[in-house]
């Protein structure tokens, strides 16, 4: 009958974590990734759900992901597409190295938000700041802070490909 009552318990303690950490939001600015969730891997991290879920469960959350994460480059890749019909080119960022969507690489907050992006889609691995001191929203609207995308770009000749390093199961890439 203990054990019993302490699976139940530790079940409702996992809900909980889960439900918080699926709404980054509601914990902003507080260290509780640090103190529960895995390191998976730069600054990724595994939801407490993600260890205990049956795997047909972890499938679909992987896919889901992946969705958003096509999604998100989709934006990206179509606010681009119009900043170039309007512009005649490609922000000179983007060259034929694949390199982060990042501040300290090609930094296209400042050219896409507010003209052709309300925001800048995030991977939606990337939930923590990389000390994990800090919970992050799924896009980026604050250009002048250090942020990273969790997305890869490049030009192949007069196509643009970003692709998705963290996506689990496929490759995900979108190109134009």
Known sequence: MRNIVLFVILGVVILIISYYLSNPDILKGINVRKMINLQVGNNTTSTAAENVLPPERIEAFKAAENVTRRSGMTQILNALGTYRSQTG???????????????????????????????????????????????????????????????????????????????????????Q
């Open 89 to 175: 080119s490609l922000p000179p960022e983007i060259t034929e190295t694949e390199m982060k969507i990042a501040k300290s690489r090609v930094d296209l907050c400042k050219i896409l938000i507010p003209k052709y992006l309300p925001e800048v889609p995030r991977d939606p691995r990337i939930k923590a700041t990389p000390d994990q001191t800090q919970i992050l929203s799924s896009s980026i609207k604050d250009c002048d802070s250090d942020y990273d995308t969790g997305y890869l770009i490049k030009k192949n000749g007069d196509h643009i490909v970003i692709s998705a390093p963290f996506s689990e199961g496929e490759i995900v890439v979108v190109t």
